[in-house]
């Protein structure tokens, strides 16, 4: 029997020749992705030795630059864990910052055909490099840097074929809120996705879909690597080996389906979940709205920033609206300044923050009191998420919460572009 | 393994913000269990017994890789039984001993408060009120293991890989 992508990278990372949905596996872990927020309370407990130190990269992301001592102390720790043991993957408080998904990303950590674990649950994030990824528990990456070895069950998977092209408004956030919409949630499923819809689709706007699979509970969510993946990898890690690993003609999966994306339309969730909780932006409430985000791992890009700059060229922000946009790290910040994207935006009256995981979940940048509303391109909207239980989240595209900002009410962004 | 106590009944797509909220996990981490279900059953984690068990609904559990079972552990709950959990969430109750079982039906099965009976070796639930037993899902004994060991900590300490908790950052 022939097996999914997400099986042949299993497989591998387990050392087995074949593996079957209800199998329970031990892997090897290729890459270990630890983060400030292992340090926090000691949720991961130091192991006295590391397994390999060059499969480890650590980053400060959720709360950095340090908001408190004891957050200080957090990130104090994680550098003596670095230097302890020889980790020289090591992204600090400076031009190398940045929120962990978006690094692994852009470093060309995340590879094709390998195994990568973090405690964060978007790490599926790199599935995007056909890279089967995973968030796991505090304790287990505890037992992955001291071991290198963690467990998965096999799931089933279910195959989406993209096909079309998304309209120059949408972004990976419309495509997700569409499956979560039409197909529900995918616990205890992995999905992946070929077709000639994603090789029309950036990197970026690949890795908001991987990104955002945590939200319709997906276990590991992997893209076919094309050409445009392995060339975004070997100009970033060129010394990297890696094998990308295809689904067998005869893979079987819990089912097919097909999307295409040209039929998709801006889309906004409700509060709560994007699980059967989206409806078409032009339909929705017109409520005021007191905040609107961009960032987090989903979307924190470039593409982000260029689309959110072009909705608000010459345009200002609504009165009562504040319109904060967090870049997914410095590097990005830099070139979105060299681009004049961030003079556009503040220019707009948009709040231009460092790069952290910041408002997305609740930590920073952007807290919300009882009662307000806020439109997000962040990750997740669950109820007391981004600050007060009382507060509201509505969840779009960039595109979306970039008009919204101007109108102060949910606005589709394609009469601005 | 077997678990007697008395039952809290939650629905569907529980989630692991409304047991451990993101502005609650910066506050001193002995605090941080009481805040469990604040946003949507205030009051609950005062009611709550060591020894009580957990019923939920679909997918309970789902969103973060934060230590949400942890706080469930610290208010007593031994145990949490639904008709499906998340699989991150699954992995962290392992991760910190709390014994979690999958039970197809469970919701109509067990009305709030009734007294159940847990058996790890078979798998099954009883509900004490009306005698019936409901069959829950196998798992592997390497799982099994790590929740009955009281998680994957006191598995590495008894391995000696771990170092003493670092008192800056407790």
């Known amino acids: 029997m022939g097996m999914t992508m997400v099986e042949k990278i299993l497989a591998r990372s387990a050392g087995l020749e074949n593996v079957s949905p209800g199998d329970v596996i031990t892997v090897d872990v290729g890459t270990a992705v630890v983060i400030d927020q292992n340090f926090m309370h000691n949720r991961m407990r130091e192991p006295k030795q590391v397994f390999d130190p060059d499969k480890i990269v650590i980053m400060l992301d959720h709360i950095a630059p340090a908001d408190s001592p004891m957050r200080a102390s957090m990130h104090k720790a994680a550098r003596r864990f670095a230097d302890k043991h020889g980790i020289t993957r090591f992204h600090d408080v400076n031009n190398g910052l940045g929120i962990c998904h978006q690094l692994v990303a852009d470093f060309g950590y995340a590879l094709p055909g390998t195994l990568l674990a973090c405690v964060d649950s978007h790490t599926c994030s790199a599935g995007a490099f056909n890279c089967a990824a995973r968030g796991i528990g505090h304790p287990e990456m505890s037992q992955v840097c001291a071991t290198g070895q963690t467990w998965f069950p096999v799931c089933e998977t279910i195959r989406y074929t993209l096909t079309g092209t998304l309209a120059p408004a949408m972004n990976g956030k419309d495509i997700i809120l569409h499956i979560g919409n039409t197909y529900g949630e995918h616990a205890m499923h992995n999905v992946e996705f070929v077709g000639e819809g994603v090789s029309g689709m950036s990197m970026n706007a690949r890795r908001t879909l991987a990104t955002m699979c945590a939200e319709i509970s997906v276990e590991f969510a992997v893209f076919e690597a094309d050409d445009r993946c392995i060339a975004h990898i070997r100009e970033r890690n060129p010394d990297a080996e890696f094998e990308a690993q295809f689904a067998d003609p005869d893979a079987v999966y819990a089912a097919e389906r097909t999307v295409d994306l040209g039929a998709i339309e801006p889309l906004v969730a409700y509060p709560g979940t994007i699980v059967a909780n989206a409806r078409p932006v032009k339909d929705a409430d017109q409520d005021h709205i007191d905040q609107a985000f961009i960032g987090s791992c989903a979307n924190g890009t470039l593409d982000d920033f260029e689309i959110a700059a072009k909705v608000v060229k010459g345009r200002k922000i609504a009165r009562g609206t504040r319109f904060i946009v967090t870049p997914g790290s410095q590097a990005i910040f830099l070139e979105a300044m060299r681009r004049g994207y961030v003079q556009t935006l503040m220019e707009a009256g948009a709040v231009v923050t460092n790069s952290t995981c910041g408002a997305c979940c609740g930590y920073s940048n952007g807290i919300l009191a009882p009662g307000e509303k806020c439109v997000t391109a962040s990750t997740r909207n669950f109820k007391g998420r981004m600050g007060s239980p009382e507060a509201e989240i509505f969840l779009a595209s960039p595109a979306t919460v970039a008009a919204t900002a101007i109108r102060g009410t949910l606005t589709d962004p394609r009469e601005f572009l | ?170």
């Open chain 2, 1 to 170: 393994m077997r678990f007697d106590g008395k039952s809290w009944k939650f629905g569907d797509h529980i989630n692991t913000d409304l047991i451990l909220p993101g502005p609650v996990m910066l506050m001193p981490y002995d605090e941080q269990p009481q805040y469990a279900f604040h946003a949507n059953r205030p009051g609950w984690a005062a009611e709550v017994s060591q020894g009580d068990i957990i019923v939920g609904g679909q997918n309970f559990g789902t969103g973060s890789g934060r230590p949400a079972a942890r706080s469930l552990k610290e208010l007593g709950i031994t145990c949490i039984i639904a008709e499906s959990i998340n699989g991150l969430f699954f992995r962290n109750c392992a991760n910190y001993g709390v014994f979690a079982l999958e039970c197809p039906g469970i919701s109509k099965f067990i009305e709030e408060g009734d007294e159940i009976e847990v058996e790890f070796g078979q798998f099954t639930v009883r509900n004490k009120r009306t005698g019936e037993v409901l069959q829950g899902t196998h798992f592997p004994e390497m799982v099994l293991e790590v929740m009955r060991a009281g998680g994957i900590y006191p598995m590495m300490e008894a391995k000696g890989l771990l170092e003493e908790p670092n008192p800056e950052t407790a």
